[in-house]
């Protein structure tokens, strides 16, 4: 049953962000919508974006984010290297790093 729900879910996500994505450039506040209702969604179903939605949408005021248009990328070196994103409609900033995690090896 879970994994049923999981799937129609996935589906429904699939079609909103799609449909977000189509409509962005001549209704931006319709595609906010279908960007909230998906997230809405997965987190009834209780599972998680999948990580190419998650980087498409500001978790501030979900809105998609579209280069160029109304979020800014820049790459950081401080600390640790990392990419900003920073939506112009709210001005959040999302962090994602650059550095590749470490692979375990079997021999310790």
């Known amino acids: 049953m879970k994994s049923s729900t999981r799937q129609i879910a996935r589906q429904r996500i699939q079609t909103l962000m799609s449909q977000a ?9 319709l595609s906010s919508c279908y960007v909230a209702t998906a997230r809405k ?13 998650r980087r498409q949408i500001c978790r ?4 998609l984010l579209v280069h160029g248009e109304n979020c ?24 994602m790093p650059l550095r590749k995690k470490k692979e375990k090896t079997g021999i310790e």
């Open 60 to 63: 501030n005021c979900n809105s």
């Open 21 to 29: 994505k189509k409509v962005h450039a001549t209704d931006p506040q």
């Open 41 to 53: 969604i997965a987190m009834s179903a209780r599972m998680r974006l999948p990580v190419e939605y």
């Open 72 to 95: 800014r990328v820049r790459v950081r070196q401080r600390r640790e290297p990392h990419v900003v994103v920073t939506c112009l409609n709210c001005g959040f900033q999302t962090r």
